[in-house]
């Protein structure tokens, strides 16, 4: 089975949702600021390039985002709402980091890695050189900081420990989660015994995956957020027609839950059974 970041979790979160999105492949709502925290990704990346042989200018990054947005075929984007917040996010995180080291010695990494029987598949923003060893960051623009405790049980940072051992062989010595819209960088630890026991639980929960039949809902907070509450039948009060029943995609749209929940960035870009690329939080 090929893995990934946002399968995992989401099965991990509700096995119902799990399904509505990878199997039944339902319509999802438009995401608003995806737009835009593509963008950011792109000049960011620009940035780190620039710092890897010198001192970024903001000149050369500005430059850098406004093509990423012409290149999209929207040339008049300049003054939007999404174009000048983005445009805000990265002239602060110049400010904040132009005169720190930075090394980073992967951008963007793809990974492809086996593990026990499945393939775990994702991208990691950034793995920087340390004086004794190698750091993970990955960049969030969530609107909420985290908490330490949240970022201690992160389950992307651990799984791109996880590949970077089996795919590179490198143990990172910290890995960071950077949120650029407080420009604040937190950073944990995993050891080798919470590695190993990471590798068990994916390889369990792919398992689980591929056997399940049921995909139950659970409910909890996250209701709140997801497309899929309208034909849940845990709030709709309707029976769930089989899985080998449901066609693969249905024809009219899911009401849209007009609100502002956090969503993840890396399902909008993949939709709903694509690969993640970016791990953007919005």
């Known amino acids: 089975m090929r893995l990934s970041y946002s399968k995992l979790n989401t099965y991990r979160v509700c096995p119902l949702r799990y399904r509505f999105t990878y199997l039944d ?31 970024p200018r903001w000149e050369d990054v500005a430059a850098a985002y406004d093509s990423a947005w012409r290149a999209s075929g ?14 805000r996010i990265l002239r602060e995180y110049h400010t904040a980091n132009v005169d720190r080291p930075c090394s980073p010695v992967l951008l ?57 051992e089996a795919g590179q062989g490198i143990r990172p010595e910290s890995l960071s989660l950077y949120f650029l819209r407080h ?32 995909f139950s809902p659970c409910v909890g907070d996250h209701c709140g957020g997801c497309d899929f509450r309208p034909v849940c039948p845990a709030h709709t009060g309707k029976p769930l027609a089989p899985l080998a029943a449901r066609p693969v995609q249905i024809d009219a749209q899911l009401p849209l839950l007009l ?24």
């Not at 990955?138 to 949240?150: A, S, V």
């Not at 590695?195 to 049921?214: F, K, M, P």
């Open 25 to 55: 492949r339902l319509p999802r709502r438009p995401r608003r600021l995806f737009r835009a925290a593509r963008r950011i990704h792109q000049a960011l990346m620009r940035w780190l390039v620039y710092a890897r042989t010198g001192t």
């Open 74 to 87: 929207e040339p008049d984007a300049q003054g939007s709402r999404d174009y000048e917040e983005g445009l």
């Open 108 to 164: 963007e990494h793809k990974f492809s890695v086996p593990v026990g029987g499945h393939v775990l598949v994702g991208a990691i923003d950034r793995v920087d050189a340390a004086d004794t060893g190698y750091e993970v960051i990955d960049y969030k623009l969530d609107r909420e900081l985290r908490t330490q405790e949240e970022v201690d049980a992160d389950l992307q940072l651990g799984l791109y420990q996880v590949a970077l």
């Open 183 to 214: 420009n604040l960088q937190r950073t944990t630890v995993r050891t080798a015994e919470q590695s190993g026991e990471l590798q068990r639980w994916v390889v369990a929960t792919a398992n689980d995956i591929a056997s399940e039949r049921r």
């Open 259 to 282: 609100h502002d929940a956090p969503v993840g960035i890396e399902e909008a870009i993949a939709g709903p059974a694509g690969v993640e690329q970016l791990s953007f939080h919005l």
